[in-house]
């Protein structure tokens, strides 16, 4: 059987594995109060798992265990997961294993818990090339909405290298699916659109707004009297900032948060919470949809596939974007000895 044809047989059992993931967090956000979704299951070194993350672990490992592994020997990547990873059929050597599978059941925990935003199931499919597998061999990704309770309408998301981006649409009310289009932003600048530079959480955040003031006032000069420049967007998952880059309603997104330790430790202060490939493991689908993912030094990303990395990124909804914002990122980077 071909590669091609190997991740098309792929493609339906992951998208029933996202579907069931999404059904079963939103039941228990139903019945669940936001407390107890929010109490603290364990702490881990690249997270803290909260009960509502607790919820996936079990259908996470019988699913792959059921459905894929038999037929195609496989590593599962994901948190919780004994050293981060996971070889399945259980006994099977990793070096036998065909694909390396990276998973974040749900990207925006927060956000979701607290029933603020949408969260994200994403899945990201590579050829196992051991340890040295990483987010650019990455050949079949999905990511799909998990919705806030009150919300009827549901996003899934899919890119098989090379074949372009596919989206489809779910009516929670109705059962149906109906398929939709994405649209990067074809703006030539960022002026009078969402654009920013990730700062979710204390530590850093008087750097990080520094920075975004700096590449702001670089590509739009002075702000007019009673005008707006551009305005931001926090949304605390990776996933969540992929997709509005996709969907046309972010025109540059940058998580320089990684860059922030040497920053942090002359503070006194470590380094907190950061992006890890998991939580961009669909970034081909961002890439196959027209939008610009690339690492801060405009490189393609090639973090590895495992849980503990820490990743830095920045996202531009197309090629005018990207010239205008991505001189003023690295000259602002390179004036703090960031880079």
């Known amino acids: 059987m071909s590669t091609e044809s190997t991740l098309q047989s792929l493609l339906q059992p992951l998208k029933r594995l996202h579907e069931a993931i999404r059904q079963t967090v939103v039941d228990a956000c139903e019945r669940m109060s936001m407390e107890s979704m929010a109490a603290i299951a364990r702490e881990e070194e690249g997270d803290t ?24 020997p496989i590593v599962l990547i994901a ?62 990704a999905i990511q799909t909405e998990i919705p806030l309770v009150k919300q009827h309408l549901s996003d899934c998301l899919w890119a098989v290298r090379g074949e372009g981006a596919h989206a489809e649409r779910f009516n929670r009310l109705t059962k149906e699916n109906k398929q939709i289009r994405l649209q990067p932003s074809r703006a030539q600048s960022i002026a009078h659109g969402y654009a920013g530079v990730a700062r979710f ?60 330790e040497n920053v942090l430790r002359e503070r006194g202060v470590s380094l907190g919470i950061c992006c890890h490939p998991y939580d961009l493991c669909t970034e081909l689908i961002a890439r196959e949809a027209g939008v610009i993912v690339t690492g801060v030094r405009g490189e393609r990303l090639d973090a590895p596939l495992a849980v503990e990395a820490n990743v830095a990124w920045a996202g531009y909804a197309n090629e005018n974007i990207r010239m205008q914002i991505e001189p003023l990122l690295q000259a602002a980077l390179v004036r703090r000895s960031l880079l």
């Open 79 to 140: 948190e919780g997961l004994p050293t981060g990873s996971l070889v399945l059929p259980l006994g099977t050597p990793e070096e036998n294993a065909i694909w390396r599978i990276i998973v974040d059941p749900i990207d925006g925990t927060r956000g979701l818990m607290y029933q603020k935003r949408s969260a994200w199931v994403l899945t990201g499919v590579a050829p196992n090339r051991g340890a040295e597998t990483n987010l650019s061999d990455i050949e079949l």
């Open 201 to 260: 959480f204390p530590g850093a955040r008087d750097e990080l707004a520094s920075i975004d003031e700096e590449i702001v006032y670089g590509a739009l000069g002075p702000v007019s009297t009673g005008k707006a420049h551009c305005f931001e967007d926090q949304y605390a998952s990776s996933g969540g900032q992929l997709y509005e880059l996709m969907s046309g309603h972010d025109r540059f997104v940058a998580d320089l948060r990684p860059l922030m």
């Open 49 to 72: 798992i909260y009960a509502v993350d607790y919820l996936t672990e079990e259908l996470l490992i019988d699913f792959f265990a059921r459905e894929i592994a038999p037929a195609t």
